[in-house]
């Protein structure tokens, strides 16, 4: 099957019933119907690069209630930004860490048990997210690094390449040349949800597809995966507030 090319990528906004709503407009060559998709970044709108934009809307609003409603359900799952404050508590791996603030010196990061503590030069707002942003990330490529190279001998598998990435709508990924993606915002989820994310990765090294063998495999090495599923699906959105 040939590639579909991307040819363009437009912000668009579009009255659906008593709401003005904003949308991404993804237009590829090749393409043969109208797409829809909506999660945390709100809608997107897949589309062959020839068909009208009158065309489009005209479909999208043939699926107003639809999509209102997983709109509104994304809204309400939405938490409020984190304040970057001394005592801040920072969800990491199930539990939380109190953010400790110190001003002056050479900007460091270390956790201590239960704590964070941040020190910066000049102890902004900014350069404190930037420090425990880079934290995270060094703490995520360790676990989940960690977690890859276990669960992968376990279902006797050959770990494959990893990566981290800053997807706020997308947990994992796994492509054909044994690369798993993974978002480093899952380091602050529970470990049994971390760990059914890398499962659910490492069946696609056997089952590159959502066909039944793929979900007899999640289980395999996920026995309890459908509870974890519906469990990261709640709450989710709490992994997303930074």
């Known amino acids: 099957m040939p590639t579909r090319e991307l040819v363009s990528r437009d912000l668009h906004r579009l009255e659906l019933g008593a709401e003005c709503l904003d949308?991404?407009?993804?237009?590829?060559r090749g393409r043969r119907g109208v797409g829809l998709r909506v999660d945390a970044t709100g809608l997107t709108v897949n589309a062959p690069s020839t068909m009208p934009l009158a065309r489009i809307e005209a479909l999208v609003r043939e699926s107003e209630r639809w999509i209102l409603r997983k709109v509104a359900e994304w809204s309400a799952r939405r938490v409020a930004p984190l304040e970057w404050v001394d005592?801040?508590?920072?969800?990491?791996?199930?539990?939380?860490?109190?953010?400790?603030?110190?001003?002056?010196?050479?900007?460091s990061v270390e956790r201590f048990e239960d704590e964070l503590r941040v020190r910066v030069r000049k102890?902004?707002?900014?350069?404190?997210?930037?420090?425990?942003?880079?934290?995270?990330?060094?703490?995520?490529?360790e676990?989940?690094?960690?977690?890859?190279?276990?669960?992968?001998?376990a279902a006797g598998l050959a770990p494959p390449r990893l990566a981290l990435s800053g997807a706020l709508a997308r947990w994992g990924s796994c492509n054909t040349r044994r690369e798993v993606r993974l978002a480093w915002r899952l380091v602050k989820a529970p470990r049994e949800l971390v760990d059914y994310v890398i499962c659910h990765e490492l069946a696609h090294l056997r089952q590159m597809n959502h066909s039944r063998a793929f979900w007899?495999?999640?289980?395999?090495l996920c026995p309890d995966y459908r509870r974890?599923?519906?469990?990261?699906?709640?709450?989710?959105?709490?992994y997303r507030a930074f």
């Not at 007899?216 to 395999?220: G, I, L, P, S």
């Not at 974890?228 to 709490?238: K, P, S, Y």
């Open 23 to 28: 949308y991404v407009l993804v237009r590829r």
């Open 87 to 107: 005592g801040a508590l920072l969800p990491f791996l199930g539990g939380t860490l109190a953010l400790r603030l110190a001003a002056g010196g050479r900007s």
């Open 216 to 220: 007899a495999e999640v289980e395999r």
């Open 123 to 141: 102890g902004g707002e900014t350069e404190v997210k930037r420090c425990v942003i880079r934290w995270y990330k060094r703490a995520a490529l």
């Open 143 to 153: 676990h989940l690094g960690q977690r890859v190279a276990d669960l992968s001998r």
């Open 228 to 238: 974890l599923r519906d469990e990261l699906f709640a709450t989710d959105h709490l």
